[in-house]
């Protein structure tokens, strides 16, 4: 192997950064030429790659974002879209491939390791919503800002006695309303993984009041409903003051925390090490604290299985 490449793909997320510079740095080191692919599986197809150098990577560490860019290539499905992608692939020389990101881009990062160019994933996401990896890259940073601003929420909410209700991303994955909730002493958290009583939670946050709270926050994951839905909803078992509020795209943005930085940095040397020992259509992460990979395949045979003792405990601590 004497070149690679590496892209990002699908919803960007802070320490996908690191990962390139790690990937980059660990090859280079191994005299392993690198070449950056801009705006993921459509810039690939594209033909919109460059090499990439280790002052390429400098100060890049703690940037948010991908300054590879990103972008959703649904057609990269179709064995036309792959054919294309390999296309460039032979055409500027390169081996084998680094893909960043969730779930779709390692849909990609197979189809290219069936076609005979080892694909390594790393899973690159604020929703922590992948098997087989305890954290993803990103989703702390993620966690982080939400309850930065869930704090913030709070303020007001008890300057004026209200409730909030706050949506927090994760697609169909609770985690981020989970951590964010706890973090910020949620009243209540509603995620998809757990079924929910919109009656019952009113009635929490009146015993609340009665006992001396001065606000109320609910934390409701997206993949459950929008936060003015569920706001009237509430409204209909509790004559409160409310407001809902959706955090967005936010929580995608940011320097990312050093615990983001460092596994993306584990990760990446990681990767390019599975790639130096010939493996392909794997993906990377990390369990008990160690860096693991497993084969691509049997994450989508696997559901991510998320600490719901957080759930639980938070429905003690919010009385």
């Known amino acids: 192997m004497k070149r690679i490449g590496i892209l990002t793909s699908g919803g960007d997320a802070p320490g996908m950064n690191a990962a390139i510079r790690a990937v980059t740095r660990t090859a280079l080191a191994h005299g392993i030429e690198v070449y950056g692919i801009n705006y993921g599986f459509a810039g690939l197809v594209a033909g919109d790659i460059f090499p990439m150098t280790s002052a390429e990577v400098a100060d890049k560490i703690n940037r948010g974002g991908t300054f590879l860019y990103s972008a959703r290539y649904p057609e990269f499905a179709q064995e036309e879209g792959q054919l294309k992608g390999i296309e460039q692939l032979k055409k500027f020389g390169i081996d084998a491939l680094v893909v960043i990101g969730g779930d779709g881009s390692y849909h990609g990062a197979l189809a290219l390791t069936k076609r005979g160019y080892n694909a390594v994933g790393l899973p690159g996401t604020i929703d922590n919503d992948i098997p087989y990896t305890d954290y993803t890259i990103g989703f702390d940073t993620a966690c982080m800002t939400a309850a930065d601003n869930l704090d913030k929420i709070r303020d007001t909410a008890t300057s004026h006695q209200r409730v ?9 994955c609770g985690d981020i309303a989970m951590y964010a909730g706890v973090a910020s002493g949620a009243d209540a958290i509603v995620i998809p993984e757990r079924s929910y009583d919109i009656a019952q939670i009113a009635q929490g946050l009146k015993q609340g009041f009665a006992n001396g709270k001065k606000h109320g926050l609910v934390v409701v994951a997206e993949g459950v409903m929008n ?3 569920f706001k009237d909803e509430l409204l209909k078992y509790g004559d409160f003051d409310a ?4 955090l ?3 929580q995608r943005g940011g320097e990312p925390t050093v615990r983001d930085r460092i596994l ?5 040397a990681y990767a390019v090490q599975l790639l130096l020992n010939g493996k392909g259509g794997l993906a990377v992460g990390i369990e008990g604290n160690k860096i693991t990979h497993h084969n691509i395949l049997d994450l989508f045979d696997e559901k991510h299985h998320g600490d719901f003792s957080l759930f639980e405990l938070n429905k003690d601590l919010a009385k």
Do not use: I, S, Y
Request: proline share 0%; glycine share 12%; net charge positive.
């Open 227 to 229: 936060a003015n839905e």
């Open 164 to 172: 909030f209700v706050v949506n927090v991303m994760g697609r169909e």
């Open 248 to 250: 967005g795209h936010v």
């Open 243 to 246: 407001r809902a509020t959706v």
């Open 264 to 268: 993306a940095t584990k990760m990446g």
